[in-house]
């Protein structure tokens, strides 16, 4: 905060970047300055979210004609310097750093998962290096499947460093750190130990942060197409609106050419017999949850939901005992897969937590629960599916998606509300599928770093009462919200924790050209909205609600 209030105090800053005058606010980094003027200066290290690390030295500059190099994304501008960044010596130096890092690289691209769309290659394709002077080879380690989820090969790693500031600074994780010394640096596990055995909430954050292919997802895409292609069992789908924009992005359609209509056509050409929209088991979801909201036992403490059982044990675990009451209400991929456990059911959102979720072998186990979902693809996956079966997505039709059977019409744990208490058992639901849908249609943000106490509206119930529904973002976030929280709440507070800090629709399974242009925001502001700060708050009615509640109560709403 001190160092805040000196930079306000201190003013733009007034510099000259190859000669280019710009003036850029007190604070920046040569690094933005450069980028101010429109000239980009190559890094693998920085991430505009993170705490400058100025570990891949591509990003040196020359200040006020020094021969002493500085790293520009570390090093503060001051007024009156003169920053060169493209002399002869520079460009050498940086094609010396980039082959002494290939040359500790596998020269796998074309089989690579991120072959295109690595940032390694870019600049190697950028400096003109098509060969290299020296190689070494050091000895080949298998790919390591340490969560089930995220798998990790240390061969390509190219110790940015990058996966154990976001794991530390975005999320507060800290599932790994950085180890060794000299050649044996590199980011890990404490001893060695498998991520599964540590804090990891499988989140995929670092995953997004990796320039290149030192860290995956367990791609089940192939694993989708074989099953598809067997008889006697019925296709289903279940689609998150949020997967479209990560496969248009992927497959370089225009934004809005295909949309959910066309994601939903080419699941059924590629062999899902029926495809349904995720809305539609997410207000079961709500009124499951609402029922138990509703008669919860102790109203001075909070009622938490979370979106995953990684989430769920990494947060839960630090907070004093029962404290706080976990939600067991299933999510809509667990009343998905509850519904069709015989069929070869799919789920498709842009995240990567919920394939551990899937593989969940606790009968405890709360909204991460979807046991009987055959398997849990992300936006990257289901992209790599549109490609193998050769798709022109803008070019196909529309469909709709196909009406959820009487099955998932009558939640079972939302029963046995009594008459009087309806009306608020149906506010209730709407609050909870209000807030679980802007959570999975995620928060715009200037930078990951931007902090949220969580999002707070307040409804109102029968005979005066009040009731809190709060939105949190990201495990970092989440953790100090519930350790106030858990001190205990003044009135019934129910608080849904989104494991990703942007939310599901630029989760950990997004495409990564979509989570580069997610949709930003001032830090301050910007999240105002009804009910927000104690402002009444009148949420929607639930998609299919009238229905709903007529099955449940004979045709009463309340």
């Not at 994304?73 to 001051?78: F, G, H, L, Q």
């Not at 190219?158 to 050649?183: H, L, N, P, T």
């Not at 506010?427 to 209000?434: E, N, P, Q, V």
């Not at 630029?506 to 925001?521: I, K, L, N």
Request: glycine residues 12%; neutral net charge; contains cysteine.
């Amino acid at each position: 905060m001190e160092r805040e209030e000196t930079l306000e105090n201190r003013g733009p800053v007034t510099l000259f970047v190859d000669g280019v005058e710009v003036t850029v606010p007190a604070g920046s980094t040569i690094l933005e300055a450069a980028a101010a003027t429109g000239i980009r200066v190559p890094t693998l290290c920085d991430h505009p979210a993170l705490k400058p690390r100025a570990a891949c030295r591509l990003c040196v500059v020359e200040c006020d004609g020094g021969h002493r190099l500085k790293a520009a994304c570390a090093t503060e501008v001051y007024e009156g310097a003169r920053v060169a960044t493209k002399s002869r010596e520079l460009l050498n130096l940086r094609r010396t750093v980039l082959r002494l890092i290939l040359s500790n690289h596998p020269d796998e691209c074309p089989v690579c998962e991120r072959n295109l769309n690595c940032e390694l290659q870019t600049l190697a394709r950028e400096f003109g290096i098509p060969r290299l002077p020296f190689r070494e080879e050091f000895p080949k380690t298998p790919d390591e499947k340490d969560s089930g989820d995220i798998l990790r090969n240390p061969d390509k790693c190219v110790k940015c460093g990058r996966c154990v500031a976001v794991c530390r600074e975005i999320q507060g994780v800290e599932a790994a750190g950085d180890f060794g010394r000299s050649r044996d640096y590199g980011p890990g596990t404490p001893f060695g130990e498998e991520l599964a055995d540590g804090p990891c909430v499988a989140c995929g954050e670092c995953v997004l942060a990796c320039p290149v292919g030192a860290l995956r997802e367990r791609d089940d895409s192939g694993a989708v197409l074989k099953a598809l292609d067997e008889a006697g069992k019925v296709k289903v789908a279940l689609l998150s609106p949020e997967v479209a924009p990560g496969l248009e992005d992927a497959l370089g359609c225009p934004r809005g050419s295909v949309g959910a209509g066309g994601t939903i056509t080419a699941l059924k050409r590629t062999g899902f017999e029926r495809v349904f929209g995720r809305d539609a088991f997410l207000a079961l979801s709500a009124l499951e949850e609402a029922g138990m909201f509703l008669s919860s036992e102790a109203p001075d403490k909070p009622f938490v939901s979370l979106c995953s059982p990684r989430a769920e044990s990494f947060l839960i675990r630090g907070l004093p005992g029962d404290s706080v009451i976990v939600s067991k209400a299933p999510n809509p991929d667990g009343i998905f897969g509850g519904i069709f456990g015989e069929a070869i059911a799919a789920s498709f959102l842009p995240c990567v937590a919920r394939k551990s979720g899937k593989e969940s072998k606790n009968p405890g186990a709360g909204a991460g629960e979807v046991r009987g979902l055959t398997f849990a693809l992300n936006s990257r996956e289901l992209a790599r599916l549109a490609k193998v079966r050769g798709f022109d997505l803008a070019g196909l039709p529309p469909s709709d998606f196909d009406v959820p059977p009487e099955a998932a019409r009558v939640p079972k744990n939302a029963r046995g509300i009594p008459e009087g208490a309806r009306e608020d058992f149906a506010r209730i639901a709407r609050a909870i599928f209000a807030l679980d849908a802007e959570g999975e249609r995620g928060r715009p943000f200037s930078a990951l770093r931007a902090r949220n106490a969580g999002r707070v509206r307040t409804l109102a119930l029968s005979g005066g009462k009040t009731a809190d529904f709060v939105l949190v973002f990201g495990t970092l976030e989440a953790k100090r919200v519930l350790g106030e929280k858990a001190k205990g709440v003044a009135r019934p507070t129910r608080v849904k924790v989104m494991s990703c800090p942007r939310g599901c629709a630029g989760g950990g399974g997004q495409v990564r050209e979509t989570v580069r242009a997610f949709p930003r925001e001032p830090e301050s502001g910007g999240f105002a909205a009804p009910g927000e700060r104690g402002e009444p708050w009148n949420p929607p009615e639930l998609p299919g609600e009238k229905e709903l509640l007529a099955r449940l109560f004979g045709g009463a709403e309340g």
